[in-house]
């Protein structure tokens, strides 16, 4: 599904979006993981962050300057009524330029809307969006192989998709990354989590 399509999707659904989500702490024990690699630095990026902002929250508490992107404006205008001291942008990651490169990114249940031919190019960005000794936090669909999935998401169908978990691992590690955890963290669900850290 092109990302623009996608973003329309989520416009719909902000609202609902934050009553569902509003005070969660889904994804907050994989973050907390995560920036038990991080060594030092202070920015980070929240990719696909959505408007309910847990985990800004949790980056704020421990002294990080959040930046966030969303390809959905309606997400965007919830999150900075939200969060007026994140530095927030409407943007598409698949063209999106990194401003700078960061301590921490995280993309939490978003890149996994990416048409499936955008990955590579996105985790590459991602892993050179990094700054030393970096950790990426992100969710994939899991299995072995590449593929599409469609879904219904608060009465909308989206589309998902994965290039198969052997595959995320080996382009991390010809970007410049290591990975320090794998998790099906619903399992039997087909969802993974994957900490990386720059080499
Ligand atoms: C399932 S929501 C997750 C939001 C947030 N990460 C959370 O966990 O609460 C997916 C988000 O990813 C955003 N998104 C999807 N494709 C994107 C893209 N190509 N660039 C930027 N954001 C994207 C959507 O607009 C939506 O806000």
């Known amino acids: 599904m092109d990302p623009l399509e996608t973003g329309h999707k989520y416009d719909a659904l902000a609202s609902w979006w934050l009553e569902q989500m509003n005070g969660s702490t889904y994804g907050v024990a994989a973050l907390e993981r995560a920036l038990t690699f ?80 955008r990955h590579e190019a996105v985790l590459q960005k991602l892993c050179e969006g990094l700054s030393r000794r970096g950790v990426l936090l992100f969710t994939c669909g899991g299995g072995e192989e590449r593929g599409i999935a469609r879904g219904e998401f608060g009465g909308k169908s989206f589309e998902y998709s994965s290039l198969g978990v052997p595959e995320f691992v080996r382009l991390l590690w010809r970007f410049g990354c290591a990975i320090q955890h794998v998790e099906y963290d619903q399992y039997p669900e087909n969802h993974v989590y994957m900490i990386a850290k720059k080499r």
């Open 38 to 117: 991080a060594e030092e630095g202070r920015d980070a990026l929240d990719v696909g962050c959505g408007c309910e902002g847990r985990f800004f929250r949790v980056l704020m508490e421990r002294h990080f300057q959040c930046a966030g992107l969303d390809i959905s404006g309606e997400m965007i205008a919830a999150a900075a009524r939200r969060y007026p001291q994140v530095a927030l942008t409407v943007g598409d990651i698949c063209s999106w330029p990194l401003p700078r490169r960061y301590d921490v990114i995280t993309a939490w249940d978003s890149t996994f809307h990416l048409p499936l031919d």
